[in-house]
């Protein structure tokens, strides 16, 4: 996991404890305010409990004092728990409150590891990282519609748009179960509303539910922040973009002035994958129509490093545009 990220969980835990130790004395000051004979019950306990380890370090074998503090103890405690039912003051208000009682807001259990609420805190950050809103929360393969895409041959392709999704899924699937051993990186091709960025999401979400760190980007908003790092307008530069373990670049290729991005464009790709870090392009053009806009270097690259899917049939968003105004 980014040690960017770990480093904020772990201020969050501390901070945490410290407003939990924080509610605890205000607790504790509010009873002792509403009924001062708690807090001198409170006294006597360390009184006599300090009394008491003097006595058994003095003689260990002292078996009476350790009966008396024992009985004295039961005392104040019943005339303890009398005064809280009486005031109405929780039976543990001296006691800390913690957010996650399994590991006690420390974020680890002892012999396991980290803790269910650090996971899930983690992933929090990496959603809210990545660019994708609620986009991530409602796209997944479990909510992968395969009824969108037809039976039926289309001219030019050997499979039915629906035997070529089942594949492009099956192939994604594994493409996010064996992330982190070497392989190419993803370029998404075809027209607009067949579910390239839908299949982007399903990975990403897959990505960084097992904690790895993802950017979703479009292409336009990309060249903008390389301008505004050139000319000094990013106080945080643009590490992140070489240094997340994945990049999501949406409609590449709609963006003007291609030629003059094509060396910042490349330069990325490069370093990324010379890094063994992945990326996933989304883009309506061909390897042809990316070879016009750009360069036959760039498209090269393309080629050697990323496996070309190639999305065809009806458009989705039509199709589901259809369906709504025929119910």
Not at 55 to 77: C, G, Q, R, V, Y
Not at 275 to 288: A, E, F, Q
Request: hydrophobic share 30%.
């Amino acid at each position: 996991m980014d040690s960017e990220i770990l480093d904020i969980i772990v201020r969050e835990y501390e901070e945490q404890m410290k407003e939990n130790i924080k509610k605890r004395d205000i607790s504790i000051k509010k009873a002792y305010e509403s009924v001062p004979e708690i807090k001198e019950i409170d006294k006597q306990f360390s009184v006599i409990g300090s009394n008491t380890l003097k006595k058994i370090f003095k003689d260990p074998d002292n078996i009476n004092a350790k009966k008396e503090m024992k009985d004295k103890f039961s005392i104040l405690s019943q005339r303890k728990k009398e005064l809280l039912l009486k005031n109405n003051i929780p039976l543990d208000y001296d006691k800390i409150k913690y957010k996650c009682d399994i590991c006690k807001d420390s974020g680890y259990i002892e012999g396991v590891g980290r803790c269910s609420c650090f996971k899930q805190r983690m992933i929090d950050i990496l959603y809210e990282r990545s660019n994708m809103g609620d986009l991530i929360k409602r796209q997944s393969f479990n909510s992968f519609n395969d009824n969108f895409y037809s039976k039926s041959k289309v001219k030019g392709y050997d499979n039915t748009p629906y035997d070529n999704m089942e594949k492009i899924k099956d192939f994604c699937m594994e493409f996010c179960k064996s992330f982190d051993k070497p392989s190419k990186s993803l370029m998404f091709y075809g027209d607009t509303g067949l579910g390239k960025t839908f299949m982007s999401s399903c990975i990403a979400k897959e990505i960084m539910d097992k904690g790895y760190t993802v950017i979703y980007i479009r292409a336009i908003r990309l060249f903008k922040i390389f301008d505004d790092d050139r000319f000094g307008r990013l106080d945080d530069g643009i590490k992140w973009l070489y240094n997340c373990d994945l990049l999501i670049i949406d409609d590449l290729g709609t963006e003007i002035n291609t030629k003059n991005n094509t060396p910042y464009l490349l330069e990325l790709i490069n370093e990324r994958i010379d890094n063994g870090k992945k990326m996933i392009i989304n883009t309506n053009n061909n390897i042809d129509g990316l070879e016009k806009l750009y360069t036959k270097r760039f498209t090269s690259r393309l080629m050697e490093s990323f496996d070309v899917m190639t999305f065809y049939g009806d458009d989705i968003r039509r199709q589901k545009l259809f369906r709504k105004k025929r119910v």
